[in-house]
T-cell receptor
Framework: GAGVSQSPRYKVTKRGQDVALRCDPI?????LYWYRQALGQGPEFLTY????????KSGLPNDRFSAERPEGSISTLTIQRTEQRDSAMYRC??????????????FGEGSRLTVL | AQSVAQPEDQVNVAEGNPLTVKCTYS??????LFWYVQYPNRGLQFLLK??????LVKGSYGFEAEFNKSQTSFHLKKPSALVSDSALYFC??????????????FGSGTRLSIRP
């Protein structure tokens, strides 16, 4: 596609429900990152993939959070048993090259999650 | 562990004056450094990066940044500010190489406000 696409753009859910956020990176991009961003703050690293391999998941807050990228393209970030503190903007970014080659990141518009 | 500090939450500059947005970093080994800009309700956009070579790197929209290894800084600069430069600016860093510490970490952001 022309850019990184994230869906849904807005998600309102009740506490305790599971949510799945989808990221469709730029076609052919090797690396895919997930970040969480509070209003007016910097993106907080969650996890990243090179191809289908999850390279680093040290930023996932707890075991309710998981991510996958099974075919090395589309990625899903899943939050189980959501809590109000999970409310934030979740941003996906992709890069043409592997992290070690330091390509620039292209960010999507984000998915805003609100947990009631 | 790598980290980024942006000591100023907000920078106010008159249009036509030079601007500087400060960034300091901490990383093991050689750093790769980045600046991104975020306009209201939008995703982050890449401005410039330092990998190696000249300490002064030039980027989009007339911005440049100076890498200073001894001071572990990577300040963003522009000789003459425009009102349209008003936005949120983020500095980011990652460690060189293919280690598991290769994730890209962002600072907390600096809001740049240019008055006419």
């Amino acid at each position: 596609g022309a850019g990184v696409s994230q869906s849904p753009r807005y998600k309102v859910t009740k506490r305790g429900q599971d949510v799945a956020l989808r990221c469709d990176p730029i076609s052919g991009h090797v690396s895919l990152y997930w970040y969480r961003q509070a209003l007016g703050q910097g993106p907080e690293f969650l996890t990243y993939f090179n191809y289908e391999a999850q390279q680093d998941k040290s930023g996932l807050p707890n075991d309710r959070f998981s991510a996958e990228r099974p075919e090395g393209s589309i990625s899903t970030l899943t939050i189980q048993r959501t809590e109000q503190r999970d409310s934030a903007m979740y941003r996906c970014a992709s890069s043409q090259v592997q992290v070690g080659d330091t390509g620039e990141l292209f960010f999507g518009e984000g998915s805003r999650l609100t947990v009631l | 562990a790598q980290s980024v500090a942006q000591p100023e939450d907000q920078v106010n500059v008159a249009e036509g004056n030079p601007l500087t947005v400060k960034c300091t970093y901490s990383v093991s080994g050689n750093p790769y450094l980045f600046w991104y800009v975020q306009y209201p309700n939008r995703g982050l956009q890449f401005l410039l990066k330092y990998i190696t070579g000249d300490n002064l790197v030039k980027g989009s929209y007339g911005f440049e940044a100076e890498f200073n290894k001894s001071q572990t800084s990577f300040h963003l600069k522009k000789p003459s500010a425009l009102v349209s430069d008003s936005a949120l600016y983020f500095c980011a860093v990652r460690a060189s190489g293919y280690s598991s510490a290769s994730k890209i970490i962002f600072g907390s952001g600096t809001r740049l406000s240019i008055r006419p």
